[in-house]
């Protein structure tokens, strides 16, 4: 058997997919099984002064309505932030937001009895700008009673290091830049889903798209009023999340107190427009940054003003204010940094957790500012990076502790690959090039939810079949955690892939895994899944050694085979019946906490991760100056994920991104007209086609971080980052202009070569 661990991989359920015989959650039917439907608000904001449901009642085929105060109690994903109900309680504050829900025999029959409830509004001032949420506001408009100050400022998040203003102001070359990002969604190809079962034993079984089934969990106990014992969570098949799916959601908790209250099982399914009604996407941003260099290109300082468009609930927005601040300190050594970030509430969907959390909008402007600078000095834009680069093992101004790194690999690798140095500046007028780099966590060092307890447990069960089953928690959301696991315990234990099952995210049979965001499953499941199979390698080798009479240290599990040099030579189920003589089936448990991190300042959790991903990308791209249309040409992109557990699954997650970064550089925006949504559906919201897909070349750099498993870290997020300056760049190479707002559509940049031109 060939090494699992480096070795590409098809994903353990990609002939299940690709075949459609995988299950996702609308594929599930139980008899005697109901359907809900929503009433939402059409109106921005507004008080609700009554609500009839006595039409709907009587409508037939209707088992149950349901209204906000049937389950008053408030939620978030953060603790810290619970300003959620299920339903609105006393005012809307958002076209789109639930009112009431009807579960009834059929889909149809829940929609017609939806149109018979009569609500009676107060229209309020809505907030739809974030400039006048910042402002200070009456009672009447002000979205939640606990905005800052009078205003519906959520959150401000401020850190200072080294008075940046004045080092800035000192610096011998500087430049100042104001960005505007517009709002994008994450776009999944599978709609949110939602099945709930009221079981015979009296324990609710709840079956989701989630990427968070743990948090799903506790959020369903605290607002269902019901102990955590007599409620499982299931996550079946997911057809994409990027963030998406990472909150407990209303239509949740909504389906499960249905199928409480009838005792029977109750389905939910949005249709496309409610998913962009759901949105909790990226935040619409307002940039202005800062920056500042000697005259050798040694950055100097950097100070970043930012207003963040958070919509009408918190979500993750107290962690995403920090975050567009904090993770602009890498992947350069910058000492003198600040910046103060202001999230505010607006009457519009909620903004949340999206690939990339937190740091995409910024590290544009940052990437188009230290180009800026570099023109200035008449450097080459490759060689400012280089002269800036964090080295290893070391801590940024703001306590983020680096250990592996390989961002300067990553744009050696690129910048050789893309003919840099013969290219850049150097190609006819409406072609160019442009380069970024970028880095991200792996995993948040501080779970959402502070407790003593690991961020993961992972389990390995023997049996007599000499089968290994791997339970976790984790999340596959696509992203090829299931297959990781299985790899790392196939490399552990010396049998084939075929000899390890892989069961998770069943909050009954698995153990707590916090859930797949923050670019987390591989570093913290990977260590743990490794630790649990290291653990039953050594039982196994203990049972050995004693009845083989071996010495213990010369035990090796290679190729199925468990062997101690020339004295044993034994196979995989020979081993396991030795193993479980006396004592049939166990379960080793492995985990993963993080090391204590970071300073003592306020806001110095934020950004902390037990490692950083880091990567340089290269972009060509070819402008018509009479249209303004943009072609990305072809992308060079290297990646440093530590060691590539899964090589197949690394360069998917980097395609993924350079698509997923594509859109939002250049077409997709969430469009608003008074708060309504006016591109709620894949034909007005512009994802980049299969014709739109630059080519892409690929590259992976292994620094084998030394805390990672197997030297193992994050390959999900971190490689959107510098996707989208790198193609701002190309175009001023291409053309001449920078772009300081995105998308970048046609219209815009033919704006700017006409104003270049005058």
Not at 272 to 285: A, D, I, K, Q, Y
Not at 562 to 579: F, Q, T
């Amino acid at each position: 058997m060939k090494t699992a661990v480096g070795k590409p991989m098809p994903y353990l359920d990609a002939r299940r997919k690709v075949t459609g015989q995988a299950k996702y959650t609308d594929d599930f039917r139980f008899s005697n099984m109901l359907h809900v439907r929503f009433l939402r608000s059409p109106l921005a904001h507004a008080r609700i002064k009554k609500i009839d449901i006595s039409g709907a009642e009587n409508w037939p085929g209707v088992q149950a309505i349901a209204i906000g105060p049937d389950i008053p109690e408030a939620f978030g994903i953060l603790p810290i932030s619970p300003d959620e109900t299920a339903m609105a309680v006393d005012k809307v504050r958002f076209i789109g937001e639930i009112v009431a829900a009807v579960a009834a025999e059929s889909e149809q029959s829940a929609a017609e009895a939806v149109k018979l409830i009569e609500v009676e509004y107060e229209p309020l001032p809505s907030v739809v700008n974030p400039q006048q949420a910042l402002e200070k506001s009456d009672v009447a408009s002000l979205i939640h009673r606990h905005g800052k100050n009078g205003t519906n400022i959520h959150k401000i998040a401020e850190l200072r290091f080294n008075e940046p203003e004045k080092a800035i102001k000192a610096s011998a070359v500087r430049r100042n830049a104001k960005f505007k990002f517009a709002g994008v969604t994450h776009a999944f190809t599978e709609p949110h889903a939602t099945v709930a079962v009221w079981n015979q034993d009296d324990t609710l079984t709840v079956i989701s798209a989630t990427q968070v089934p743990h948090y799903l969990h506790r959020t369903l106990s605290k607002v269902l009023n019901l102990p955590m014992h007599k409620i499982n969570v299931k996550k079946p098949a997911l057809g994409g999340g990027f963030g998406g799916k990472s909150d407990p959601f209303p239509h949740e908790l909504i389906t499960a107190y249905l199928a409480v209250k009838t005792q029977r099982p109750v389905k939910c399914r949005f249709s496309r427009e409610e998913v962009f009604l759901n949105n909790h996407g990226r935040h619409p941003t307002e940039m202005e940054i800062s920056l500042g260099c000697d005259k050798n290109g040694k950055l100097t300082g950097m100070d970043a003003d930012i207003v963040i468009d958070g919509g009408a609930y918190a979500s993750f927005g107290v962690v995403t204010t920090y975050y567009n601040g904090v993770l602009l300190q890498g992947p350069y050594r910058i000492d003198p940094f600040g910046f103060t970030t202001k999230r505010v509430y607006t009457n519009k969907p909620q903004c949340g957790a999206m690939r990339g959390h937190g740091a995409v909008n910024p590290r544009y402007a940052f990437e188009t500012v230290l180009d800026m600078l570099a023109e200035d000095l008449k450097m080459d834009p490759c060689d400012l990076r280089m002269k800036n680069f964090l080295p290893e093992n070391t801590l940024t101004v703001g306590q983020l502790r680096i250990t592996s790194n390989g961002v300067a690999d990553c744009l050696k690798a690129v910048r050789k690959k893309s003919g840099w140095d013969k290219r850049h500046g150097k190609l006819p007028y409406g072609r160019g090039l442009g380069v970024a780099c970028g880095f991200y966590i792996s995993g948040s060092a501080l779970p959402i939810i502070w407790n003593r307890n690991p961020q993961t447990v992972v389990h390995a069960k023997l049996d007599f079949d000499g089968r290994v089953v791997m339970l976790s928690g984790a999340s596959d959301i696509g992203q090829g955690s299931d297959t990781m696991i299985a790899q790392i315990a196939s490399e552990v234990l010396g049998i084939s892939l075929d000899r390890i099952q892989v069961e998770a995210a069943d909050t009954r049979l698995t153990p707590v895994d916090l859930g797949s965001y923050s670019s987390r499953v591989t570093f913290m499941v990977g260590n743990a899944s490794k630790q649990a199979a290291e653990k039953l390698r050594d039982e196994i080798a203990k049972a050995v050694s004693k009845e083989k009479k071996v010495p213990l240290e010369k035990i090796t599990f290679k190729n199925g085979m468990v062997n101690a040099g020339d004295d044993l030579r034994i196979s995989w189920d020979e081993a396991v019946e030795i193993a479980m003589a006396g004592r049939g089936a166990f379960v080793e448990s492995g985990f993963y906490i993080s090391p204590k991190l970071g300073g003592n300042f306020k806001g110095a959790g934020a950004g902390l991760s037990p490692s950083y991903s880091f990567g340089a990308f290269i972009s060509e791209v070819e402008v018509d100056p009479k249209t303004g249309m943009v072609r990305v040409v072809k992308i060079w992109g290297a990646h440093d994920c530590g060691k590539a557990i899964n090589p197949l699954a690394v360069e998917g997650q980097i395609e993924g991104c350079i698509h997923m970064g594509l859109g939002q550089a250049l077409s997709e925006e969430l469009r608003y007209h008074d708060g309504q949504i006016i591109n709620a559906n894949f034909t007005d919201y512009r994802i980049p086609t299969t014709l739109d897909t630059p080519q892409m070349d690929i590259t992976i750099v292994e620094s084998n971080d030394a805390e990672g498993p197997f030297g193992a870290k994050e390959a999900g997020e971190g490689p959107i980052h510098p996707v989208l300056p790198s193609i701002g760049n190309a175009i001023y190479d291409a053309v001449g202009v920078r772009m300081f707002e995105l998308p970048i559509t046609s219209d815009k940049v033919l704006g700017k070569i006409k104003e270049k031109d005058n």
